[in-house]
Each structure stands twice: as C-alpha cells, then as structure tokens.
C-alpha cells in the first residue's frame, strides 16, 4: 500500500469514526452567564461525511405556544421543525466541530472538540471571540433529563405565593391562567432549556416586570463591600466647550464617587449644559436617585415602596399622613433596601440637596423604551420638579422592586416583592415616563446638542 493510498485511507477512517461517536442524543451542560449551569439535550446527525445539523426536541414550541400559532411559526427557518435549538452549517474536521447555533434570542458560533467519546466546547459572538457560553457533553440515551419539573413548578407557585409583593394578584384569571399553563406543560419538559423558555414564554403574557428563573442565585456570591469584581457602569466626557455628558449602562452604589467627582469638576468650570443618557439603562438600585442631589435646592419625597407586609392587612393605597410619618430611608446596601421592604411593608424615599455640591446649568436627559427599573423614578423625579428636561421616548414601564429567591436545588425565582409609587401617585409600572420633548431614541442626542447651543 502507497503512502497516498494509506493517508486516503486514514482519513475515512477519521471521518467514520466521528461520525459514529457524534451520531444521536447528546446532553449539554452549557454555563449561561447570567443564568448558571442548565442542561439541554441535542440529536446530532451526519448530513454528509464532513458535515452535519444538530437540533433540540422537535415540536417542543408547539408545547409552548400552542397550535395555531406553531403553524405558523413552523414555516420559519429559526423554529425548523418546532425545536428550540439549531446547528446549521456544521463541519466536521478530525476532532473538532463548527456550525452556527440558533435559537429564537439569538445566533451564536458554535465550536467543540471530540475527544473519549465526550464533548467540550463554547459559543462565539459574531467576531467569534468573545465567548458567550462553554459547555461540556456526553452521549445521552433517554428522553428526558433526570429532574422532577413538576415538582420544581409547584415550588415555584409556592414562592410566588409567599414573597410576591401582593399575594390576591394571584387570583387574578392573569394569574390563574399562568399556573394552569405551567402545570399542564410540566409533565412535557425535556431538559432545562424547555422549562426556562416554556416558564420565560408564560410569563411574557403576564403584566408584570421583574419575573425569571434561574439556575442559580445571585445573591450567594453577592457583596456590597467586595470591590474586587467592580466593573464601572458611568461614563463621562466633555461633548464640547459647553456641554458636559454622562452615560449611564446601569445604576450601582460603587459609582456614586464617580459621579460626583464629575459632578465637581463641571461645576468648578462652570460648564452651562449637562446631558444625563438614560437610554438603554437597564436599572440598578436607589443609588440612581443621588443623580438629582446635585440639582436640586429644597428636599423632596421621592415616591413610596410598598410590600407584602402592607398588602396582608390593607387593600387601599396608604394615605398622605402614612406616608409622611414613614422614617426616611438611608440606607446604603441593595440588600438593605430590599429587607427594610420585607420587614416594614413601606419605604419612603426622599431626595435633599448635596450639602457641598449644586449644578447651576441646563440638564438634559435621554431616556428611550429601554430605560427601565431603577431609571424610571428618577427620570419621573426630574421631570416632576422641572430639574432636567426629558428628551426621546417613553421609558419601558418596568418599576418593581425584585430579589432572587432559591425555590428548588439550583433553581431560582427572580420575583417583584415592592410596587412603587411616586410622591404624586403615579404607578410607573406597565406606564413609563412619557418625555417632555419626544424623538426617536438614536436622534435624542443629536437633538439635544443643537437646542443647548
């Protein structure tokens, strides 16, 4: 046998025999940032001898959203075959697999390695270098994941009957529905995908912010004094001579120095035109609320919280005195705010002038559909007192004050445990803050920059 002739060789050889270790069921243990460790289970197939597709159950979105509208999304490439996941494109070369993952909240690139019969690999971004995911796999033989759905669901309905922030929401037909649709799907859930989407898809139709499953608990590995993983969430900069600028990606105690290290910096150079950008901010916590200590000059109520404490023993918001009579919150921990919630049912929050540091210059702020959760009560606030001018579109309506229960093993239950009103009985849930000037959010700048000339 020729050297050619036995390369040749060698390599159907390779080529046959990954195939037969690739061939079927496969589970996934993928590490979702954000979300923790889940399991997911994948059928693999050779397409040809160097390519191959890959794809959860089949029909499982017809589990989810129901016939009439599975016949409609079935004809949809993302959603081939009624399964939630798909590896198009996939190249087998030696000891290595490649494709494109698809799912319907996102594309990503998908990479592994063979090797013993088991699988490693990760999820890229378009550049295909940030990892978004890694995963471990190994063949798998059942249908069906080793966990008890139906049991985690009925903890589930337990948690949010204890914790949410007003218990007779529940027995709303909403509501009622809800926990129907969850306990007729349970019984049908493969793996930890279907019960993240089966419970995300549900609780989309419900009129209410703040609620999600995880497969882990924030708040194990959470520390208000641990610096060691601060990663900013505040940018700054000078637009122009005249026109100071501060982005906000999120809202955290950590920033507040930085904020008002800028904040001395414009006023000891007596910069006219500061533009707060709101847009896109996610939320955080109070700490958002510290933005108008430098604005205003006389101190304010700031709206009011209220709990499942409150709502056990009153159906009717709390009257003026109430609130007026509530001690002031000074508290300086996400973790604090949160409890005092819990254990007093009430929290009123109040802002007062910086006793250092007044801004004397025109405020703008940008606010979009994004601008949600913590954002919204201080863009309500500034518009309320005529601090800052709202400048692009409504904010998103989503003001619930939430923590991350664990209901059941790793799984937990992120749920809304505070309404908030504010200080003129405005509910800003499902409502958002409207602007005082309205423009698409990508030209909300642009705007700004030519009216503060």
Same mark, same amino acid.
């Given at each position: 046998?020729?050297?050619?002739?036995?390369?040749?060789?060698?390599? %159907?050889?390779?080529?046959?025999?990954?195939?037969?270790?690739?061939?079927?069921?496969?589970?996934?243990?993928?590490?979702?940032?954000?979300?923790?460790?889940?399991?997911?289970?994948?059928?693999?197939?050779?397409?040809?001898?160097?390519?191959?597709?890959?794809?959860?159950?089949?029909?499982?979105?017809?589990?989810?959203?129901?016939?009439?509208?599975?016949?409609?999304?079935?004809?949809?490439?993302?959603? /081939?075959?009624?399964?939630?996941?798909?590896?198009?494109?996939?190249?087998?070369?030696?000891?290595?697999?490649?494709? +494109? $993952? #698809?799912?319907?909240?996102?594309? $990503?690139?998908?990479?592994?390695?063979?090797?013993?019969?088991?699988?490693?690999?990760?999820?890229?971004?378009?550049?295909?270098?940030?990892?978004?995911?890694?995963? #471990?796999?190994?063949?798998?033989?059942?249908?069906?994941?080793?966990?008890?759905? =139906?049991?985690?669901?009925?903890?589930?309905?337990? #948690?949010?009957? /204890?914790?949410?922030?007003?218990? !007779?929401?529940?027995?709303?037909?909403?509501?009622?529905?809800?926990? @129907?649709? $969850?306990?007729?799907?349970?019984?049908?859930?493969?793996?930890?995908?279907?019960?993240?989407?089966?419970?995300?898809?549900?609780?989309? @139709?419900?009129?209410?912010?703040?609620?999600?499953?995880?497969?882990?608990?924030?708040?194990?590995?959470?520390?208000?004094?641990?610096?060691?993983?601060?990663?900013?969430?505040?940018?700054?900069?000078?637009?122009?001579?005249?026109?100071?600028?501060?982005?906000?990606?999120?809202?955290?105690?950590?920033? #507040?120095?930085?904020?008002?290290?800028?904040?001395?910096?414009?006023?000891?150079?007596?910069?006219?035109?500061?533009?707060?950008?709101?847009?896109?901010?996610?939320?955080?916590?109070?700490?958002?609320?510290?933005?108008?200590?430098?604005?205003?000059? !006389?101190?304010?109520?700031?709206?009011?919280?209220?709990?499942?404490?409150?709502?056990?023993?009153?159906?009717?918001?709390?009257? !003026?005195?109430?609130?007026?009579?509530?001690?002031?919150?000074?508290?300086?921990?996400?973790?604090?705010?949160?409890?005092?919630?819990?254990?007093?049912?009430?929290?009123?929050?109040? +802002?007062?002038?910086?006793?250092? $540091?007044?801004?004397?210059?025109? =405020?703008?702020?940008?606010?979009?559909?994004?601008?949600?959760?913590?954002?919204?009560?201080?863009?309500?606030? %500034?518009?309320?007192?005529?601090?800052?001018?709202?400048?692009?579109?409504?904010?998103?309506?989503?003001?619930?004050?939430?923590?991350?229960?664990?209901?059941?093993?790793?799984?937990?239950?992120?749920?809304?445990?505070?309404?908030?009103?504010?200080?003129?009985?405005?509910?800003?849930?499902?409502?958002?803050?409207?602007?005082?000037?309205?423009?698409?959010?990508?030209?909300?700048?642009?705007?700004?920059?030519?009216?503060?000339?």
């Amino acid at each position: 046998m020729t050297k050619t002739t036995y390369l040749f060789f060698s390599f %159907l050889f390779c080529l046959t025999s990954y195939s037969q270790n690739l061939t079927g069921k496969w589970k996934l243990n993928a590490n979702i940032q954000g979300m923790g460790e889940i399991q997911m289970l994948l059928d693999f197939s050779k397409t040809t001898d160097t390519t191959f597709y890959a794809s959860s159950r089949p029909k499982a979105l017809k589990d989810i959203i129901g016939g009439i509208k599975y016949a409609v999304a079935k004809n949809n490439k993302i959603y /081939k075959n009624g399964a939630i996941v798909h590896i198009y494109k996939g190249v087998i070369r030696e000891d290595s697999l490649r494709g +494109v $993952l #698809t799912t319907p909240m996102m594309n $990503l690139y998908f990479a592994a390695e063979l090797k013993n019969g088991k699988m490693r690999g990760a999820l890229f971004g378009a550049d295909k270098t940030k990892t978004y995911y890694e995963f #471990t796999a190994e063949p798998y033989d059942k249908e069906f994941v080793n966990y008890d759905y =139906v049991s985690l669901i009925a903890s589930i309905k337990n #948690t949010f009957q /204890k914790n949410i922030y007003d218990s !007779e929401i529940l027995k709303t037909k909403e509501w009622t529905d809800f926990f @129907k649709s $969850l306990d007729d799907i349970a019984p049908k859930i493969h793996d930890d995908l279907e019960m993240y989407m089966d419970f995300s898809f549900l609780a989309g @139709k419900i009129k209410m912010s703040h609620i999600a499953i995880l497969k882990n608990n924030p708040w194990d590995s959470y520390d208000d004094e641990d610096t060691s993983k601060y990663v900013t969430q505040v940018s700054h900069k000078m637009i122009n001579e005249k026109t100071a600028y501060i982005k906000f990606e999120g809202f955290q105690l950590a920033d #507040t120095l930085v904020v008002r290290q800028f904040f001395r910096t414009i006023i000891e150079q007596k910069i006219p035109n500061l533009i707060y950008d709101l847009r896109g901010c996610s939320g955080g916590d109070y700490s958002s609320m510290f933005l108008a200590q430098y604005l205003t000059n !006389e101190t304010n109520e700031a709206g009011f919280f209220i709990g499942n404490k409150y709502y056990q023993s009153n159906r009717n918001l709390p009257d !003026e005195n109430t609130i007026k009579n509530l001690p002031d919150y000074n508290g300086k921990s996400l973790k604090e705010f949160l409890q005092t919630i819990v254990d007093n049912g009430l929290l009123k929050g109040k +802002v007062s002038p910086d006793r250092e $540091l007044h801004y004397n210059g025109k =405020v703008y702020t940008l606010i979009d559909n994004n601008s949600a959760s913590a954002t919204e009560p201080i863009a309500y606030f %500034l518009k309320q007192h005529n601090l800052a001018t709202l400048v692009g579109e409504t904010t998103a309506g989503k003001m619930l004050s939430s923590t991350v229960i664990t209901v059941k093993d790793k799984w937990s239950l992120m749920l809304p445990i505070a309404d908030y009103y504010t200080s003129a009985r405005f509910r800003i849930e499902q409502n958002g803050v409207s602007p005082n000037i309205k423009v698409k959010s990508k030209d909300a700048l642009d705007y700004v920059l030519k009216i503060a000339q």
